[in-house]
T-cell receptor, first 112, second 116 residues
């Protein structure tokens, strides 16, 4: 596609449920990032994938969060047993040369 | 660890006027990149301008320019001839290239409103 695509655009879930957020990066981009944007906060790094290398998971806030990237393309961020503090906009970005990142429109997650 | 500080949570400017958004950062690195991203209500982060730390010349992109003061660790964004479409959140970001992660460290943003 022409840009980074994220789905769903909005997601409302009940506390305790699991959710999956999807990111389709720009075709051919080897690097993929997930960030979280909480209300009134900047963007917080979550996880980074680069090619076939082991991902950098240093930003994941708890073991309820996990992410995978299949075939070096599509990525899924999974949040298990969601809590209200997980409510945020989750942004995905991809890059080819690692320096310039292109962002998707994000998924707004609301945990009720 | 790097930190990025944007001291102006909100700013407003009249259409066609000039506005400057402030950003300071803290790092012990000598080689890095600095960015300004724009986030309109659509939520999509859009790269406005990029500066390589090894370049002394300030980056410019049409109506957008930066004042990069490496010694002072300051990286302000100037928007000239402001337009209504410039209304958005603006985030300053830092990246240390190389190694295993090119992650961006963001400030908390400045909400810019351009008034007609």
């Amino acid at each position: 596609g022409a840009g980074v695509s994220q789905s769903p655009s909005n997601k409302v879930t009940e506390k305790g449920k699991d959710v999956e957020l999807r990111c389709d990066p720009i075709s051919g981009h080897t690097a993929l990032y997930w960030y979280r944007q909480s209300l009134g906060q900047g963007l917080e790094f979550l996880i980074y994938f680069q090619g076939n290398s082991a991902p950098d998971k240093s930003g994941l806030p708890s073991d309820r969060f996990s992410a995978e990237r299949t075939g070096g393309s599509v990525s899924t961020l999974t949040i298990q047993r969601t809590q209200q503090e997980d409510s945020a906009v989750y942004l995905c970005a991809s890059s080819l040369w690692a320096v310039e990142a292109f962002f998707g429109q994000g998924t707004r997650l609301t945990v009720v | 660890a790097q930190t990025v500080t944007q001291s102006q949570p909100e700013m407003s400017v009249q259409e066609a006027e000039t506005v400057t958004l402030s950003c300071t950062y803290d790092t012990s690195e000598s080689n890095y990149y600095l960015f300004w991203y724009k986030q309109p209500p659509s939520r999509q982060m859009i790269l406005v301008i990029r500066q390589e730390a090894y370049k002394q010349q300030n980056a410019t992109e049409n109506r957008f320019s930066v004042n990069f003061q490496k010694a002072a660790k300051s990286f302000s964004l100037k928007i000239s001839d402001s337009q209504l479409g410039d209304t958005a959140m603006y985030f300053c970001a830092f990246m240390k290239p190389g190694g295993s992660n090119y992650k961006l460290t963001f400030g908390k943003g400045t909400l810019l409103t351009v008034n007609p």
